[in-house]
T-cell receptor, first 113, second 109 residues
Framework: DGGITQSPKYLFRKEGQNVTLSCEQN?????MYWYRQDPGQGLRLIYY???????QKGDIAEGYSVSREKKESFPLTVTSAQKNPTAFYLC????????????FGQGTRLTVV | RKEVEQDPGPFNVPEGATVAFNCTYS??????FFWYRQDCRKEPKLLMS???SGNEDGRFTAQLNRASQYISLLIRDSKLSDSATYLC??????????FGTGTRLQVFP
């Protein structure tokens, strides 16, 4: 089935460790996005990529890094520099043509202890 | 000022009521607009796109006012199943997708 897959669904890490969240899509979409959502809050843009080997910072990129080596993959690394990493992370993709729908993965709940 | 602003609510309405949400955006370069729905602890899903001429999908009507830089969503004949958070989304011409903070709707019997 076509779609966007995030893994794992739940992730626990110790403070000070880097952790990488996976996002894969088989929709042949050009654009991919990472958002962070805190309880009772909206989605805040971390990074986005319009094309392979290119990506742009969003509003809260500090403490995060991404790569886009393949069209279908856009992993997010939460580094130890991120002060409050515990959150719900959502990945999305869309065909890079204006007003098309963005599809989301089911999200990864990261808890740092 | 946030790029996309919404009243967080919650809006508590009885079944059958009509409810309206507004959303304002600050960047006039915004190209396209959407309303997404998010259920508790789930991913957002597209409710409807918002077109300049306004558009309707069943009980839902979306409007765009570019001059005043706001979009609206009207829900008629509210159902219990409409209870969710409604997110306003703005797409800039660089394909940067910005979400509002969301408006929570609770429909009660």
């Amino acid at each position: 089935d076509g779609g966007i897959t995030q893994s794992p669904k739940y992730l626990f890490r110790k403070e000070g460790q880097n952790v990488t969240l996976s996002c894969e899509q088989n929709l042949n979409h050009d654009a991919m996005y990472w958002y962070r959502q805190d309880p009772g809050q909206g989605l805040r843009l971390i990074y986005y990529s319009q094309i392979v080997n290119d990506f742009q910072k969003g509003d809260i990129a500090e403490g995060y890094s991404v790569s886009r080596e393949k069209k279908e993959s856009f992993p997010l690394t939460v580094t130890s520099a991120q002060k409050n990493p515990t959150a719900f992370y959502l990945c999305a993709s869309k065909s890079g043509q204006g007003d098309t729908e963005a599809f989301f993965g089911q999200g990864t709940r990261l808890t740092v202890v | 000022r946030k790029e996309v602003e919404q009243d967080p609510g919650p809006f508590n309405v009885p079944e059958g009521a009509t409810v309206a949400f507004n959303c304002t955006y600050s960047n006039s370069a915004s190209q396209s607009f959407f309303w997404y729905r998010q259920d508790c602890r789930k991913e957002p899903k597209l409710l409807m796109s918002v077109y300049s001429s306004g558009n309707e999908d069943g009980r839902f009507t979306a409007q765009l006012n570019r001059a005043s830089q706001y979009i609206s969503l009207l829900i008629r004949d509210s159902k219990l199943s409409d209870s969710a958070t409604y997110l306003c989304v703005v797409n800039y011409n660089t394909d940067k997708l910005i979400f509002g903070t969301g408006t929570r709707l609770q429909v009660f019997p």
